[in-house]
C-alpha cells in the first residue's frame, strides 16, 4: 500500500476482500510505472492511497490465469480482475513467468505489427535490451525475422540481451555509427535524441518510456527531410480505446508463448513484503528482465 509519494510500500492487513472476480494472486509483476507512480512521476496518478500492481498471475476458480487488474491493485494476495483482461496461462508456465508477460510483450507487440514495417532485411535496434520491455523486443524483432542491436549499460547486462536473443549489443556510447530501420526506445532523453540520426530511410522510432529522462522534441522539418517517422505507443489508452485490438494482440501474443517461440525472463522473485526492495533493485538500474513480487 503505498500511502504518500516517496512513501514506503507497507503491508496492510485490515484492507477491504475484492468485490466481484478476484484473483488469488500468486505472482505480481513490478511494472517501471509502479516505480514512476511511487516517486509521483507517473503523467497519469492515481489517487492516494493505492495499492500498486497492474498485472498478475494466479488462480481463479480453480484456472491458472494472467490478469490485467483495471484498477491495479495487484500488490496483494486477491485483486478483483475484468474477464475481459484475463486470459489462461499456457501449460508448464510459472505463475512468476505469467505476471512478467503481457505488459512488455504487448507494449512491444503493438508497435511492431501494426506500427512500423519489420521485415526479415530489418534491422532492429531495440535499447535497454535487458529490461522488460527490451528483452520483449528482442525476442518479438527476433521472431519476425530480423536483425536485432541492443543496447544495455553494463557487460552484464549485454551479455544477457545476447543470452535472450541479439545478435549484437553495445553500449549507449557506441551507437553513433550504427544504421538501423527502426528503434524501439523505453529509455527517452538523450538515447532517444541520439537515435534519430540512425534511422535508415522510410525507418521509425517508437517512444515507449522515459526511463532516462523525458524526451526533447523532434523537428518535424528533420523528420521529413530524412524519411524517418517518430511513433508512441502508450498501452493504457489503448486498452481504453482499441480494447479489441490489444484483446486480440493478447491472444496471438499467448499463442506464441504456447509454441515456444517467446520465453518471458523472470530476472527476481521477491516476497510481497519485500516490495521496496524490489522497486530498489530497478531504481539502482541492477535488475534484468522483470522483477515479480510473490504473495
Ligand atoms: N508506453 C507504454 O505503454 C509503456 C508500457 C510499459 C512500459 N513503458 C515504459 O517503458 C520503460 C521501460 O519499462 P520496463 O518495464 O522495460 O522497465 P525496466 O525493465 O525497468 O527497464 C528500464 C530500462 O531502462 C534503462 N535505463 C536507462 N536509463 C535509466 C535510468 N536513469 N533509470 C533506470 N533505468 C534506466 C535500464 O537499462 P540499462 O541500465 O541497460 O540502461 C533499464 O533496464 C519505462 O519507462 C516504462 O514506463 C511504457
Redesign the pocket.
Known amino acids: 500500500m503505498l500511502r504518500e509519494v516517496g512513501g514506503d510500500l507497507a503491508l496492510e492487513e485490515d484492507w477491504p476482500e475484492p468485490t466481484g472476480s478476484a484473483v488469488a494472486v500468486r505472482a505480481a509483476g513490478v511494472?517501471?510505472?509502479d516505480?514512476?507512480i511511487r516517486r509521483g512521476l507517473?503523467p497519469q496518478m492515481p489517487e492516494l492511497p493505492h495499492v500498486l500492481g497492474n498485472e498478475v498471475a494466479g488462480e481463479l476458480d480453480g484456472r491458472r490465469v494472467l490478469a490485467l487488474p483495471r484498477a491495479a491493485g495487484g500488490y496483494a494476495e486477491r485483486v478483483e480482475v475484468d474477464p475481459q483482461w484475463t486470459f489462461t496461462l499456457p501449460e508448464n508456465a510459472s505463475f512468476a513467468a505469467g505476471a512478467s508477460f503481457l505488459?512488455?510483450y504487448?507494449?512491444a507487440y503493438i508497435p511492431l505489427v501494426h506500427q512500423v514495417r519489420v521485415t526479415p532485411a530489418s534491422t532492429v535496434l531495440v535499447?535497454?535490451?535487458?529490461?522488460?520491455?527490451?528483452?520483449?523486443a528482442i525476442q518479438l524483432a527476433k521472431q519476425r525475422g530480423a536483425k536485432v542491436i541492443a543496447?544495455?549499460?553494463?557487460d552484464e547486462?549485454?551479455a544477457f540481451a545476447l543470452g535472450v536473443g541479439a545478435d549484437e549489443a553495445v553500449g549507449?556510447d557506441e551507437i553513433d555509427d550504427l544504421r538501423v530501420d527502426v528503434v524501439i526506445d523505453?529509455?527517452?532523453?538523450e538515447?532517444f535524441t541520439r537515435s534519430l540520426p540512425l534511422l535508415n530511410p522510410l525507418g521509425a522510432i517508437v517512444?515507449?518510456?522515459?526511463?532516462?529522462?523525458l524526451w526533447s522534441d523532434p523537428s518535424v522539418q528533420w523528420l521529413v527531410g530524412r524519411n524517418a517517422a517518430v511513433v508512441?505507443?502508450?498501452?493504457?489508452?489503448?486498452m481504453k480505446l482499441q480494447p479489441q485490438l490489444v484483446h486480440e494482440s493478447a491472444i496471438e501474443l499467448l499463442a506464441l508463448w504456447a509454441r515456444d517461440e517467446l520465453a518471458p525472463v523472470v530476472g527476481a522473485t521477491f516476497p510481497l513484503g519485500e516490495a521496496a526492495a524490489a522497486h530498489a533493485l530497478?531504481?539502482?538500474?541492477r535488475?534484468?528482465?522483470?522483477?515479480v513480487l510473490e504473495p
Open positions: 511494472n517501471f510505472a516505480v514512476l507517473y505488459t512488455t504487448l507494449t535499447h535497454a535490451g535487458s529490461g522488460g520491455v527490451g528483452c520483449a543496447t544495455a549499460s553494463s547486462k549485454r549507449y523505453p529509455v527517452g532523453g538515447v517512444a515507449i518510456g522515459f526511463a532516462g529522462g508512441g505507443v502508450y498501452l493504457g489508452r489503448l530497478i531504481e539502482t538500474r535488475h534484468v528482465g522483470k522483477v
